[in-house]
């Protein structure tokens, strides 16, 4: 059977992949967050999986609006890195697991999360700067084999907080039930609290922030009862990105320890966040 | 028959005109009905991710926006680049980015266009540690 060693959460700023990009990291604006990463990136580089599962939302890059899945799984070998209309990020391309990606659909299906497939997938920021706040500095290849989760948060009605914890407890049987003894990864990715449009752009929630990333080790029941409305309300209308954080959270163990945690505004528009969580209770 | 969704279909959720299931003040919902709305120029801003798209636009933008089969109004934001329109006529902010950044203009522009202020105020009210109360 499969087991997962970690959870990383984290923002997925574009700006955040920029900046690593520009060589910008040591910059006063950005510099307190990568120190921030720092203690992670060294205890991940310590703890690295057989494979990774990245759980994020497409920004108008590798889906439009024709298809709005609420939930999807990418199945293919690799993943291209999309152009999102400045040329793509000079990264590695995604190598895909599609052994792994089967299996999880077949038993989430079973579970009753009935996933959209992708064969053909690119991916965006969304995916690659949290693979980048893991990897600074990849090389050739990323660390592993990524299987993606895609998760609508861009159009209301976005899926419930509830039913993406649901998802991630899924999600954890799932991997238990695979039949390679393989060591498994979570990145959830999005948020924080942010608000790209309307009069009310630039909000930022550092309170409710703050309780996020302390209950989504203590106590994620709590924040997937959050409704839709609140989260909007409370954390903006692009911090309700927060939910994928839950799926991560939901397949891991009830009782998990924090290695690091940090928080930074503003990356952007957004306040960044960061919790890595060990799969061990402390 | 299926008839194209109109303009006045539906709720707008622009930051003037809040409404419908979620009234968040100053929060636009990218709904359904939004996304009806704004499925055309939804569909052109996201041609840009290809270059050879992007020069084509530039060297005639209304006949670009024609081609995709914008609304008049639509046509009109675009052309104007009224980001604010942008949004009311149904583009989502992540769309509506792709054309903000081919004018070499960032989030935090758009920022202070949504909010009354410069792209240098704006700034500093993130630096400061957000806009608490919008």
Same mark, same amino acid.
């Given at each position: 059977?499969?087991? %997962?060693?970690?959870?990383?959460?984290?923002?997925?700023?574009?700006?955040?992949?920029?900046?690593?990009?520009?060589?910008?990291?040591?910059?006063?604006?950005?510099?307190?967050?990568?120190?921030?990463?720092?203690?992670?990136?060294?205890?991940?580089?310590?703890?690295?999986?057989?494979?990774?599962?990245?759980?994020?939302?497409? &920004?108008?890059?590798?889906?439009?609006?024709?298809?709005?899945? @609420?939930?999807?799984?990418?199945?293919?070998?690799?993943?291209?890195?999309?152009?999102?209309?400045?040329?793509?990020?000079? %990264?590695?391309? %995604?190598?895909?697991?599609?052994?792994?990606?089967?299996?999880?659909?077949?038993?989430?299906?079973?579970?009753?999360?009935?996933?959209? %497939?992708?064969?053909?997938?690119?991916?965006?920021?969304?995916? @690659?700067?949290?693979?980048?706040?893991?990897?600074?500095?990849?090389?050739?290849?990323?660390?592993?084999?990524?299987?993606?989760?895609?998760?609508?948060?861009?159009?209301?009605?976005?899926? @419930?907080?509830?039913?993406?914890?649901?998802?991630?407890?899924?999600?954890?049987?799932?991997?238990?039930?695979?039949?390679?003894?393989?060591?498994?990864?979570?990145?959830?990715?999005?948020? $924080?609290?942010?608000?790209?449009?309307?009069?009310?752009?630039?909000?930022?929630?550092?309170?409710?922030?703050? $309780?996020?990333?302390?209950?989504?080790?203590?106590?994620?029941?709590?924040?997937?009862?959050?409704?839709?409305?609140?989260?909007?309300?409370?954390?903006?209308?692009?911090?309700?990105?927060?939910?994928?954080?839950?799926?991560?959270?939901?397949?891991?163990?009830?009782?998990?320890? @924090?290695? &690091?945690?940090?928080?930074?505004?503003?990356?952007?528009?957004?306040?960044?966040?960061?919790?890595?969580?060990?799969?061990?209770?402390? | 028959?299926?008839?194209?969704?109109?303009?006045?279909?539906?709720?707008?959720?622009?930051?003037?005109?809040?409404?419908?299931?979620?009234?968040?003040?100053?929060?636009?919902?990218?709904?359904?009905?939004?996304?009806?709305?704004? #499925?055309?120029?939804?569909?052109?801003?996201?041609?840009?991710?290809?270059?050879?798209?992007?020069?084509?636009?530039?060297?005639?933008?209304?006949?670009?926006?024609?081609?995709?089969? #914008?609304?008049?109004?639509?046509?009109?934001?675009? #052309?104007?680049?009224?980001?604010?329109?942008?949004?009311?006529?149904?583009?989502?902010?992540?769309?509506?980015?792709?054309?903000?950044?081919?004018?070499?203009?960032?989030?935090?522009?758009?920022?202070?266009?949504?909010?009354?202020?410069?792209?240098?105020?704006?700034?500093?009210?993130?630096?400061?540690?957000?806009?608490?109360?919008?």
């Amino acid at each position: 059977m499969a087991e %997962v060693l970690w959870g990383l959460a984290t923002s997925h700023v574009p700006s955040i992949g920029a900046a690593m990009d520009r060589g910008k990291t040591e910059d006063p604006a950005w510099k307190d967050l990568f120190d921030g990463y720092a203690p992670a990136r060294a205890w991940l580089a310590e703890h690295r999986p057989d494979v990774a599962i990245v759980v994020y939302n497409d &920004h108008a890059n590798g889906l439009d609006l024709d298809i709005v899945p @609420t939930f999807g799984i990418g199945t293919a070998d690799s993943y291209r890195v999309a152009d999102e209309g400045y040329g793509p990020r000079q %990264v590695p391309d %995604v190598i895909g697991d599609p052994d792994l990606s089967l299996h999880l659909l077949e038993s989430l299906i079973d579970e009753g999360f009935d996933l959209t %497939v992708f064969q053909e997938l690119e991916v965006d920021h969304g995916l @690659t700067v949290p693979l980048s706040v893991w990897t600074p500095d990849p090389g050739d290849a990323w660390p592993c084999p990524v299987v993606p989760i895609l998760v609508n948060v861009i159009q209301y009605p976005q899926p @419930t907080a509830a039913r993406c914890y649901a998802l991630g407890q899924a999600l954890g049987r799932a991997i238990a039930s695979y039949r390679e003894d393989v060591t498994v990864g979570i990145l959830g990715t999005g948020g $924080m609290s942010h608000q790209l449009a309307g009069s009310r752009a630039g909000f930022i929630n550092p309170e409710f922030d703050a $309780m996020w990333l302390e209950k989504i080790e203590t106590d994620p029941s709590a924040l997937a009862s959050l409704s839709r409305e609140e989260l909007i309300r409370q954390a903006g209308s692009e911090g309700i990105e927060l939910i994928m954080w839950l799926i991560m959270r939901g397949a891991m163990n009830p009782r998990v320890s @924090t290695v &690091h945690k940090h928080y930074f505004l503003p990356a952007s528009n957004t306040a960044a966040g960061i919790a890595l969580l060990d799969n061990r209770p402390g | 028959m299926t008839a194209a969704p109109t303009l006045t279909e539906g709720t707008p959720m622009s930051s003037s005109e809040a409404g419908g299931r979620i009234d968040v003040p100053g929060t636009p919902i990218f709904d359904g009905q939004t996304s009806r709305r704004g #499925l055309r120029l939804n569909k052109m801003l996201m041609s840009f991710r290809s270059a050879d798209n992007r020069e084509r636009f530039t060297a005639d933008e209304a006949a670009y926006c024609a081609e995709f089969g #914008l609304a008049p109004e639509q046509t009109q934001a675009v #052309l104007d680049r009224d980001w604010t329109a942008m949004i009311d006529l149904g583009g989502s902010i992540f769309y509506v980015y792709k054309l903000a950044m081919m004018d070499g203009r960032s989030m935090q522009y758009l920022g202070g266009v949504f909010t009354g202020m410069t792209e240098e105020e704006f700034q500093a009210e993130l630096r400061a540690g957000g806009r608490r109360h919008g």
